[in-house]
């Protein structure tokens, strides 16, 4: 009988990562639902426990390299492999007001809060990955999906809030380069955009919902052997970089 398979969403308390484990659970993985505020993620994984899912939670903030090393053992301990990786975690630090006031330009721009972006949007994804990979090569299989978003599109680059376009931008080159890495292994990665989605960060004027949006995550994190790897898709169709 084969090994359950299993899969580590972080930011997986809410919206498009709580959205993204119900859906892999109800698809037969083992989810290790990863959050930094303990309350918060508790409960989120108790719902999923109670429509009878296999979710298991831990407390990790991405940005602290003793707490990915801390996940990374517990993923070996407690659920034995790690075959999906999906760096959802993120942040959209630089404007007081994202949907009514006026945006942050980047002659206003904090680098400080720049280097916040960038800490938990793109270094967050490379220190999981570092630290899961391994564990992907032992059992030779692995699906990485790093969610990003059309707003670090260089190919339709607009103005303001730089730090988030920026820490989209090289979290897509984390992607290219991973996947450039890891060719001719049987570990695939991907960019996915969800596009403008109904959650905190998204706000109630986007226009898609999570249940329209995870489908396009779901897919990069099930790709069969001959799937793409080192893409940029919204919907499971290849989009701009």
């Known amino acids: 009988m084969a090994q359950q398979r299993v899969a580590v969403v972080t930011g997986a308390n809410r919206g498009l990562g709580l959205g993204t484990s119900r859906a892999l659970a109800k698809q037969g993985y083992r989810v290790g639902m990863v959050g930094r505020n303990r309350e918060n993620l508790e409960a989120a994984a108790a719902s999923l426990k109670a429509e009878g899912l296999a979710v298991e939670p831990f ?11 801390a996940l990374a053992h517990w993923v070996e301990e407690t659920l034995g492999r790690a075959d999906v990786l999906v760096n959802n975690a993120g942040v959209l630090l630089g404007s007081k007001d994202f949907f ?49 978003s059309g707003m670090g599109q260089l190919s339709d680059m607009g103005g303001y809030w730089v730090g988030y376009r920026m820490s989209k931008t090289a979290l897509n080159v984390l992607t290219r380069v991973l996947a450039a890495e890891l060719d001719g292994t049987p570990i695939k990665v991907n960019s ?7 959650t905190d960060m998204g706000g109630p004027q986007a226009d898609r919902t999570v249940e329209e949006a995870v489908p396009g995550i779901v897919w990069a994190a099930t790709l069969p052997a001959d799937g793409p790897s080192g893409g940029f898709f919204r919907d499971g169709e290849p989009i701009p970089w």
């Open 59 to 69: 407390v990790a903030d991405v940005t602290r390299q003793e707490d990915v090393d």
């Open 100 to 148: 009514h006031g006026a945006p942050a330009s980047v002659f206003l721009a904090d680098p400080d809060l720049v280097r916040q972006n960038i800490e938990v949007n793109t270094l967050g994804p490379l220190r999981l990955c570092q630290a899961l990979v391994p564990l992907m090569r032992r059992h030779r299989y692995g699906r990485i999906v790093n969610i990003s």
């Open 192 to 198: 996915i955009c969800p596009g403008w989605v109904k």
